[in-house]
């Protein structure tokens, strides 16, 4: 089945210790989406990329980086975690631009010690 | 201002009865998409059913429902006969779509929803 891959489903880093998290589709779609969820939070948007083109939201801090080397994977850096970026991160694909749905893989739960 | 609002945090509802998860939203854009998810406790999100503002009859999707009524501004959600599977938070997004941009969903602020036996 067509679907987005999280790995891993839990991570745990140290405090200021480098940590990567990785997301693939099956799906092929254009866009693919990084969101960060606290809990009991809604989840919001750190970032996207469209094919090659990456955009960053305004308010994502510079701590967060992202790389996307090929349709199918994108990555998520956190180059020095603090203890506020313990989240559940969610990664989302859609088919293009435009009113399309957003399909979301089964997110990473971070812990930061 | 909030562009998605979903006025109720929590809800309890007897299994096999119907029920209504509330959202209102707030765009200028005339070409958007409201969504809805679902959230069980594993964390993943579940996208239930989609209504483009363009269309002219509210979606279904088995026995979810979206019960959109534009000049309110409002798309609820309905779940016919209710199950206990059906205990998870519930999310309304939108996404403007003027423009062809890919930007993100925005999202309420959830309803969490219990379905009692």
């Not at chain 1, 009991?40 to 990456?54: E, G, I, R, T, V």
């Not at chain 2, 959600?77 to 779509?97: K, N, P, W």
Request: charged letters at 20%; one cysteine or more; glycine letters at 8%.
């Amino acid at each position: 089945d067509a679907m987005v891959i999280q790995n891993p489903r839990y991570q745990v880093t140290q405090f200021g210790k480098p940590v990567t998290l990785s997301c693939s589709q099956t799906l092929n779609h254009n866009v693919m989406y990084w969101y960060q969820q606290k809990s009991s939070q809604a989840p919001k948007l750190l970032f996207h990329y469209y094919d090659k083109d990456f955009n960053n939201e305004a308010d994502t801090p510079d701590n967060f980086q992202s790389r996307r080397p090929n349709t199918s994977f994108c990555f998520l850096d956190i180059r020095s975690p603090g203890l506020g970026d313990a989240a559940m991160y969610l990664c989302a694909t859609s088919r293009d631009r435009g009113v399309y749905e957003q399909y979301f893989g089964p997110g990473t739960r971070l812990t930061v010690t | 201002a909030q562009k998605i609002t979903q006025t109720q945090p929590g809800m309890f509802v007897q299994e096999k009865e119907a029920v209504t998860l509330d959202c209102t939203y707030d765009t200028s854009d005339p070409s958007y998409g409201l969504f809805w998810y679902k959230q069980p406790s594993s964390g993943e999100m579940i996208f239930l059913i989609y209504q483009g503002s363009y269309d002219q009859q509210n979606a279904t999707e088995g026995r979810y429902s979206l019960n959109f009524q534009k000049a309110r501004k409002s798309a609820n959600l309905v779940i016919s006969a209710s199950q206990l599977g059906d205990s998870a938070m519930y999310f309304c997004a939108m996404r403007e779509g003027t423009g062809g941009g890919a930007d993100g969903l925005t999202f309420g602020k959830g309803t969490h929803l219990i379905i009692q036996p």
